[in-house]
């Protein structure tokens, strides 16, 4: 059974920065492509970043991107978000996922999730 813990999620001001992190198991973690995604209030699932291999293979929304940086530690199943420069906008709740992809009207489905980590940024 797949399972997916996030954590490090907290209030921060704008400029600060958080680390999240994920603990997988009961999957085949160093062969999966794994995501972070967040929902913000009132609005679907965005895509945030996703790591292909270990960190060479990484892909960012260009919201985020030269700000968060997504990592993996193969010999503890676990997935990492480092937040940098956060802004007001970055609100949401994070959530660690796999097998993620787009339905036709564009929103973003994942078939795995974790329970997710609020991250809100406000003064």
């Known amino acids: 059974e797949v399972h997916l813990v996030e954590s490090g999620g907290g209030l921060v001001q704008p400029g600060g920065s958080l680390r999240l992190s994920c603990a997988a198991s009961g999957f085949s973690f160093s062969t999966n492509v794994m995501n972070w995604v967040r929902q913000a209030p009132g609005k679907g699932l965005e895509w945030v970043s996703s790591?292909?291999?270990?960190?060479?293979?990484?892909s960012y929304a260009p919201s985020v991107k030269d700000r968060f940086t997504i990592s993996r530690d193969f010999a503890k199943n676990m997935l990492f978000l480092q937040m940098y420069s956060l802004k007001p906008e970055d609100t949401a709740v994070y959530y660690c996922?796999?097998?993620?992809?787009?339905?036709?009207?564009?929103?973003?489905?994942?078939?795995?999730r974790g329970q997710g980590t609020q991250v809100t940024v406000s003064s």
């Open positions: 790591i292909v291999g270990s960190d060479e293979g990484t």
């Open positions: 996922a796999k097998d993620c992809r787009y339905a036709s009207d564009y929103s973003l489905f994942c078939d795995y």
